[in-house]
Nanobody
Framework: VQLQASGGGLVQAGGSLRLSCAAS????????MGWFRQAPGKEREFVAA????????YSADSVKGRFTISRDNAKNTVYLQMNSLKPEDTAVYYC????????????????????WGKGTLVTVSS
């Protein structure tokens, strides 16, 4: 399975970006998908996850109310809509897939995920 993230870039504080992550190689039936991020000098942290059906989402407190995760299984793609961006959101964003629940993706160690994509850089200027 290959996960390809895209959509990162430079944006001013208060702006918006939408990240996409397309999966190829197989259909990720029963896999939750999620986003993590890693800022310079910091450990990778959970951002948001969504269940296979799309009916359940789980987000980190730091992004609740600002970021929305969604998925289109027909396109094998997960999205992260990021609004009201802050400089502290600056990081490399990674998508991941794991055969578990959305909530489990948020509480398990990040290095336990089944699949990872290469990151996409998001820079928020003040």
């Amino acid at each position: 399975v290959q996960l390809q993230a895209s959509g990162g870039g430079l944006v001013q504080a208060g702006g918006s970006l939408r990240l996409s992550c397309a999966a190829s190689g197989r259909t990720l039936i029963s896999y939750a998908m999620g986003w993590f991020r890693q800022a310079p000098g910091k450990e990778r942290e959970f951002v948001a996850a969504i269940s296979w059906s799309g009916g359940t989402t789980y987000s980190a407190d730091s992004v609740k109310g600002r970021f929305t995760i969604s998925r289109d299984n027909a396109k094998n793609t997960v999205y992260l809509q990021m609004n009201s961006l802050k400089p502290e959101d600056t990081a490399v964003y990674y998508c991941a897939a794991d055969r578990t629940t959305a909530q489990a993706m948020g509480v398990r160690p990040y290095y336990g995920m089944d699949y990872w994509g290469k990151g996409t850089l998001v820079t928020v200027s003040s």
